[in-house]
């Protein structure tokens, strides 16, 4: 079954340094999105991505869509303490069938002040 | 505009007993989405359902768990005879249209822990 894989599993950072957080899909996708989870919270939406190559930007943060659909990274510039949380990315297999999402096991961010 | 409604926030079971889930989708929202988190771990995806019809449960264990979007009423998933291996955040979520359609943003309920003792 499709696989996805996040890297690292947890990131410290000093605050105002940069953060990313890459994602890797055994097979090709359809598309990919982005959650957010505060500790002790329920995964938030932050973007969908679509298309091949496609960049999208939300102020700090920045995302990306690979070439071939199988990967995709987040990368947040001058990390702030409202960044702590697990980032997830959740993939859609291409090609139909099942319509879960496949999300990753996520990527801890751990700020210090 | 209520988000995600899920019952109960915490949820105590003995080994044997069942569990009850609830989740009310947004308002408009006809697609549900269960999914299972184990500490420290992702979101496991276990079912997705429309309104009385299971669309995908190719996550949801063969035995003991079940799930149900009635007409009327919420999402429930059921648990059987729960084991300590049960216990874990149970989130829902819903959205507007499939993962494949425009609308496909899925918006998750504060979710359901439950713990097996």
């Known amino acids: ?113 | 505009n209520a988000g995600v409604m899920q019952n109960p926030r915490h949820l105590v079971r003995r080994r044997g007993q069942e569990a009850r889930l609830r989740c009310s989708p947004m308002k408009g929202h006809s697609h549900v989405y269960w999914y299972r988190q184990l500490p420290e771990e992702g979101l496991k995806f276990m079912v997705y359902l429309q309104k009385e019809n299971i669309i995908d449960e190719s996550g949801m264990p063969k035995e003991r768990f079940s799930a149900e979007f009635p007409k009327e009423g919420p999402s429930i998933l059921r648990i059987q005879q729960v084991v300590r291996g049960d216990s874990a955040a149970y989130f829902c979520a819903s959205s507007q249209s499939s993962t494949s359609g425009e609308y496909n943003e899925q918006f998750f309920g504060p979710g359901t822990r439950l713990t097996v003792l």
């Open chain 1, 1 to 113: 079954g499709q696989q996805v894989m996040q890297i690292p599993q947890y990131q410290h950072v000093q605050e105002g340094e940069d953060f990313t957080t890459y994602c890797n899909s055994s097979t090709t996708l359809s598309n990919i999105q982005w959650y957010k989870q505060r500790p002790g919270g329920h995964p938030v939406f932050l973007i969908q991505l679509v298309k091949s190559g496609e960049v999208k930007k939300q102020k700090r943060l920045t995302f990306q869509f690979g070439e071939a659909k199988k990967n995709s990274s987040l990368h947040i510039t001058a990390t702030q303490t409202t960044d702590v949380g697990t980032y997830f990315c959740a993939g859609l297999a291409s090609g139909g069938g099942a319509d879960g999402l496949t999300f990753g096991k996520g990527t801890h961010l751990i700020i210090q002040p």
